[in-house]
């Protein structure tokens, strides 16, 4: 009998599911390269029944954010030590694969102890106070970096390797325009707008929101395709020019739409990028450690994106959209030169190879 070789995926997630669906978009890779490895993930995110509906299993650990008022960090780090420990023992998994902005004690401390081979999945564009990261990168075998618009330029070395953004759907993967049209029954002269600011955990995005609906629907042929994160609240909005959308992933919508108005996280900043949507980007500031501001500022100077701050004047955000309909084939063009491939067969294969001693 052949020996099952098991890989465990470990991604963090909080308030969004950027590290969630960046960890899945790998795994599906690695799972195609070879479909004998047995992939298990350990999350913290709540949106665990994406990893169930994408067919690995899963163990889930709640976010200390969550926990009772008294859980301390150490006691956190204990847990989660415990946990990936306890799954260890179970799988004996050949490598462990961590997607996270910044690695837990529970989990370095773990990795010294055990014999198991280490890879970071490490989205970079931090902000300032937050970029010294480097000295954490040694307790992993191989560091994978997902390329970014506002990056550096990046140079591999045996260790540090670089990968176009990881992307979940490949655009072939994703519905045709005509099939997502007649799902939510519009017709080609009308304008679909796809509208998504977060999942609002961070900060409140209902003012905000309000006013953009009222701006995009004061012209009588637009509609909303408005997304809501599977793990933020509802969006209580009633219109009969809004189509509201509740699921996982958003992308599989978007060859359907014609414009966007969107947050700027890594991932579905690079989705809207790829697809080739014309879009504005309103970078959320509140971030802890992500500088959204300056992902934007670099496609802007690119021109394949209109960027504007949360703090506008309706005035101005109004000219914003006058500019994003006027250059939208321009817009598109240049979103599309930027981001030709998805990465995450890329990162598979690197996973692939180290774990079979070919990197």
């Known amino acids: 009998m052949q020996e099952v070789r098991t890989i465990v995926f470990m991604v963090t ?12 978009a790998v795994a599906k890779r690695l799972a195609k390269i070879d479909p004998s490895l047995n992939i298990v993930f350990l999350s913290t995110s709540l949106a665990t029944e994406v990893i169930r509906e994408a067919g690995f299993m ?3 650990t709640p976010t200390r954010a969550i926990l009772t008022a008294s859980t301390t960090a150490s006691d956190w780090n204990r847990y989660i030590s415990r946990q990936l420990n306890e799954i260890i023992e179970i799988y004996h998994p050949i490598a462990l694969v961590y997607d996270g902005v910044y690695p837990y004690l529970g989990v370095l401390s773990t990795l010294k102890n055990q014999m198991i ?8 564009c931090y902000k300032e106070e937050t970029k010294d990261l480097k000295h954490l990168e040694a ?23 670089h990968c176009n953004p990881i992307i979940f759907l490949d655009k072939e993967e994703a519905h045709t325009r005509e099939v997502v049209r007649k799902q939510i029954g519009l017709t080609e002269k009308e304008n ?13 995005i209902d003012q905000l929101l309000q006013d953009l609906i009222q701006l995009i629907l004061k012209q009588p042929e637009n509609r909303i395709l408005l997304g809501e994160s599977i793990i933020g609240k509802h969006i209580e909005v009633k219109d009969p020019h809004i189509i509201h959308i509740r699921s996982y992933p958003n992308s599989q919508y978007f060859k359907g739409v014609d414009y966007a108005v969107s947050a700027a996280g890594y991932n579905t900043f690079h989705e809207l990028l790829y697809f080739g949507i014309p879009t504005i980007f309103i970078p959320n500031t509140r971030t802890t450690k992500d500088d ?14 209109i960027g504007i701050q949360e703090d506008q004047s ?31 067969m890329q990162a598979a294969q690197y996973i692939y190879n180290f774990i079979n001693g070919n990197l």
Not at 195 to 204: D, E, F, M, V, Y
Not at 292 to 305: D, G, H, T
Not at 327 to 339: C, E, M, Q, V
Request: aromatic share 8%; proline share 1%.
């Open 292 to 305: 959204q501001v300056a992902r934007v500022k670099m496609a802007e100077s690119k021109n394949a994106c």
């Open 58 to 60: 899963y163990f889930y």
């Open 139 to 161: 307790a992993f075998d191989l560091v994978i970096v997902p390329k970014e618009l506002a990056s550096d330029q990046m140079v591999d070395t045996a260790k540090r390797k």
């Open 13 to 24: 997630n909080g308030a969004g599911l950027g590290h969630l669906t960046r960890g899945l």
């Open 117 to 124: 081979k280490s890879i970071w999945i490490k989205r970079e």
């Open 314 to 344: 309706n005035k101005e955000y109004a000219a914003a959209m006058d500019q994003l309909v006027t250059y939208k084939d321009s817009i598109k063009k240049n979103a599309t030169k930027l981001i030709k491939e998805n990465g995450a």
């Open 192 to 204: 679909l707008f796809y509208l998504q600011l977060g999942a609002g955990t961070i900060n409140s």
